[in-house]
């Protein structure tokens, strides 16, 4: 019972630290703060997708960074893959599965998954992923 209740913290704490984040909120990138001499910023190459206000989707930050260069009014929109990418090929109709992984749509609707935002997406590619999380648990925050 122990055991349980100390993995129980250690999860819990360990969740609480991870940079991850489950809110959408547009803001300017995190760009490194010396460039090459031939231009640019030097990119470590790591997938850690993000989407651009141009609604790109950028390996990371960094690589964003980058286009923001040309691009002086580039800001990160999410901290995931753009939406056009994450439903690349859905359709209104799709099957999706039954599993309980919460998205927050653009429109301030819940989805009980991604698969069935997607769904929705196809109808409406205006929409994007808001939170990685149901839209009550962001408006209680």
């Given at each position: 019972?122990?055991?349980t209740g100390l993995l129980t913290v250690v999860l819990v704490a360990l969740f609480s630290l991870s940079d991850?984040?489950?809110?959408a909120a547009e803001r300017e990138p995190e760009c490194p703060t010396k460039q090459l001499e031939s231009g640019g910023y030097p990119c470590i190459r790591i997938s850690e997708p993000v989407c651009g206000t141009d609604d790109t989707t950028y390996s990371n930050e960094c690589e964003l960074c980058n286009a923001k260069?040309?691009?002086?009014d580039l800001k990160v929109k999410t901290d995931w893959q753009c939406a056009k990418d994450e439903c690349e090929g859905?359709?209104?109709?799709?099957?999706?599965p039954m599993n309980l992984a919460?998205?927050?749509?653009?429109?301030n609707f819940?989805?009980?998954?991604?698969?069935?935002?997607?769904?929705?997406?196809?109808m409406n590619p205006e929409l994007y992923i808001m939170a990685r999380v149901a839209c009550e648990e962001i408006t209680q925050a």
């Amino acid at each position: 019972m122990q055991i349980t209740g100390l993995l129980t913290v250690v999860l819990v704490a360990l969740f609480s630290l991870s940079d991850v984040n489950y809110v959408a909120a547009e803001r300017e990138p995190e760009c490194p703060t010396k460039q090459l001499e031939s231009g640019g910023y030097p990119c470590i190459r790591i997938s850690e997708p993000v989407c651009g206000t141009d609604d790109t989707t950028y390996s990371n930050e960094c690589e964003l960074c980058n286009a923001k260069l040309k691009k002086q009014d580039l800001k990160v929109k999410t901290d995931w893959q753009c939406a056009k990418d994450e439903c690349e090929g859905a359709t209104p109709d799709q099957g999706c599965p039954m599993n309980l992984a919460p998205v927050c749509g653009s429109d301030n609707f819940s989805y009980s998954n991604a698969c069935m935002f997607c769904s929705k997406w196809a109808m409406n590619p205006e929409l994007y992923i808001m939170a990685r999380v149901a839209c009550e648990e962001i408006t209680q925050a």
